[in-house]
């Protein structure tokens, strides 16, 4: 029989006598370290316990047809011993003795140790346990509601809970969205034309600003001028947006294509400036929303992959349906405007609906940026699949903005902020311009289906302009978990609910409903 330390290896003999099988140390002279787990090393692959005593690793097995001596670790340093004794009655229950011997004069303490939720340990834990705890609390916490739920309100959802005998008359609203292809063809024509030299250069800036202001303001007024549902002229609102980032991205980088193949410049000798539709269409349908004329691509499409992403996003497309219906509108509309009335109240009103909406975000951003993204990259073999980073690991909030949408967050580098520095524009000027341009385009997106034009989107976004520098000075000043834990308070806890409720009150005042 061997006895091997993982701090230093001991042979031993075995005898047997009188039913009675002794592991005595015979000499301890060298050190060998055991070479895995199942040979009795640390999980780690320490020498040491936690008193940093050597580890041993005893393993021995009877006589053939007796039972086996299953490993077992112990401390053994000088002066320590380790005996097992196994007697025949032992053997026969399967059951083993094991006495073990440490002796005073060890040292108890030999490293300096951190504790493990200590500053400077706490990144180099496992908190898969903690982990565990918080889905445990979030399960009972979440049943709890559920169950209150039904109990106070019932079952709310409505059938056709998407698609009623109102969506009917949002025809127009649909028609508008299908005439949005005529403006890229316009820019593609009025490209062509430049690329024959039947226009100059300012004619093509000009006439690339008329299409992309038209193409914004034809689906406002159409929103504005229909009653419409308000899901119907989000949708709508998102489409036009999308389309015009793409029509200036085409527009600025063709121009910028013109201008390096007229350079000479044999740095960009192989950029050439090519006009062609079908590059054109590709990328009006592409999930990306910076225009090149090729892009990488994936080898073939996943059929199976696609389908399995398509249930998901049914799935959690619906699960987004039942938690507004069951559980935001019944908080909204007994709710009253947070800005007049109680300040208690409001807080309240706001605390109780972050819950329901963070998971309605979680979800509208797991349906769109992670599903349906991937689904339209695979079927359409577009290849560059980022289109978000671990954003829930932002350490400001500067850092969520670059990360949680990457599709915009390269629009702005590539052809807003990048060419405001080259125009000798200041660094925080041209950082607060991409914000004011972002600010536009959400107010856009949300005050005109809802016909209120009170600037709460708006001013949500340029919040976030100071909110940079503190949550960055946070960071610098306390380390990372400080800025992380104000950008999931901000956005989450406080600023979603608030405007949520903002919204909802002007809107039902604008109608003569309200609470």
Not at 361 to 370: A, D, G, I, T
Not at 396 to 401: M, N, Q
Request: with cysteine; aromatic share 14%; hydrophobic share 45%.
């Amino acid at each position: 029989m061997v006895i091997m330390g993982s701090g230093g290896g001991v042979d031993a003999a075995m005898a047997t006598e009188g039913g009675v099988g002794e592991f005595r140390d015979l000499d301890r002279p060298r050190l060998r370290k055991s070479g895995s787990a199942a040979e009795g090393a640390l999980p780690d692959g320490s020498p040491e316990d936690d008193g940093g005593a050597p580890v041993a690793d005893v393993r021995g097995r009877m006589d053939s047809g007796d039972a086996a001596v299953e490993p077992a670790n112990f401390a053994g340093d000088n002066g320590g011993i380790a005996e097992i004794r196994e007697t025949r009655g032992d053997r026969a229950r399967g059951e083993v003795d094991i006495k073990f011997t440490y002796r005073p004069s060890v040292p108890a303490h030999r490293r300096v140790m951190e504790s493990p939720l200590s500053s400077d340990a706490i990144f180099k834990q496992s908190h898969a346990g903690l982990f565990n705890l918080c889905i445990v609390v979030l399960i009972a916490v979440n049943s709890r509601l559920i169950i209150e739920n039904l109990m106070k309100y019932g079952w709310l959802i409505r059938t056709g809970f998407w698609f009623s005998s109102r969506s009917l008359r949002d025809w127009p609203l649909f028609m508008c969205c299908l005439t949005l292809p005529i403006f890229p063809l316009a820019a593609f024509l009025v490209e062509k034309l430049v690329q024959r030299k039947w226009i100059s250069e300012p004619v093509v800036i000009l006439l690339h600003i008329v299409i992309t202001s038209t193409e914004v303001l034809y689906p406002v007024l159409v929103t504005l001028r229909c009653d419409s549902a308000f899901l119907s002229g989000v949708t709508l609102m998102l489409f036009t947006c999308i389309v015009w980032l793409k029509l200036v991205s085409y527009a600025h980088t063709n121009y910028d294509m013109r201008t390096l193949s007229k350079s000479g410049d044999k740095a960009n000798s192989e950029v050439s400036y090519v006009v062609n539709l079908k590059s054109l269409a590709y990328f009006m349908v592409a999930p990306t929303l910076c225009y090149q004329p090729t892009y990488p691509r994936s080898p073939c499409i996943r059929k199976g992959w696609v389908a399995r992403q398509f249930a998901k996003l049914i799935i959690f497309t619906g699960l987004m349906g039942f938690i507004i219906e069951q559980y935001i509108n019944p908080i909204v509309r007994n709710s009253k405007h947070p800005l007049k009335g109680d300040l208690l109240y409001a807080i309240e009103r706001v605390l109780k609906l972050s819950v329901p909406n963070l998971y309605v975000w979680l979800c509208m951003f797991y349906c769109f940026f992670h599903l349906w993204l991937n689904i339209l990259a695979e079927l359409l073999r577009f290849g560059d699949r980022g289109f978000y980073k671990d954003w829930w690991n932002a350490k400001s909030v500067g850092e969520y903005w670059k990360m949680w949408n990457m599709p915009v967050h390269k629009w702005m580098v590539r052809h807003l902020y990048f060419p405001c520095l080259r125009h000798r524009i200041p660094k925080v000027s041209a950082f607060v311009i991409a914000f004011l341009v972002s600010a536009v385009f959400h107010e856009l997106c949300i005050a005109v289906p809802c016909r209120v034009f009170k600037l709460w989107a708006f001013i949500g976004i340029m919040f976030q302009v100071p909110l940079v520098f503190i949550t960055n000075y946070l960071q610098e000043k306390f380390g990372s978990m400080v800025g992380n834990m104000v950008f999931w308070f901000i956005f989450c806890i406080f600023g979603q609910p608030m405007c949520v409720l903002l919204y909802y009150h002007d809107l039902m005042n604008r109608k003569g409903q309200a609470s």
